[in-house]
C-alpha cells in the first residue's frame, strides 16, 4: 500500500492541466474546512468549490470497480467505507455553502475540466 500515492497521480495530473489550460488557478491537496481532516484534490477558495479526483478500485466505480479476489470482505469493507466518508464529505461541504465535484478517474480529463469551469465560471450547478 506504500506504493498508492495520495496526490499527484497520472489521471490527478492531466485534469490539473486540462482547468490550468481554461485559465483558472487552484489550490492542490487543500483542506476546504480546517476543522474537517478531508482534503480536497484541487480547491478554488473564492468560488468554493471542491473537486475530488475518485479511483474507480479505492471508491467503487460503478463501471469499472473489480471486487479483490484476495481477502475479498476486507476491501469490500474498506471500500464501503470510503463511499460513506465521501457521502459524509459531501454533506459537510454543502451545509458549508461549498460546491462539490467528483471525477472518477477514467473521466476524460478535458470533459470534467469543462465541466469544472463552468461551475467556477458562472456558478452553475455540476452535471454529475
Known sequence: ???N???DTKPELALRRAVFAQGLRYR???RPLKAVRRTADIVFTRAKVAVFMDGCFWHGCPDHH???VTNGGFWAAKVDGTRRRDRETDQLLN???????RVWEHED?????NRIAAVV???SPPTT
Do not use: D
Open 109 to 113: 480529463p478535458l470533459e470534467a475540466a
Open 1 to 3: 500500500m506504500r506504493s
Open 28 to 30: 492542490v491537496s487543500y
Open 121 to 123: 465560471k458562472r456558478g
Open 95 to 101: 451545509e458549508a455553502g461549498w460546491t462539490v465535484i
Open 5 to 7: 500515492k495520495g496526490r
Open 66 to 68: 473489480t471486487v479483490a
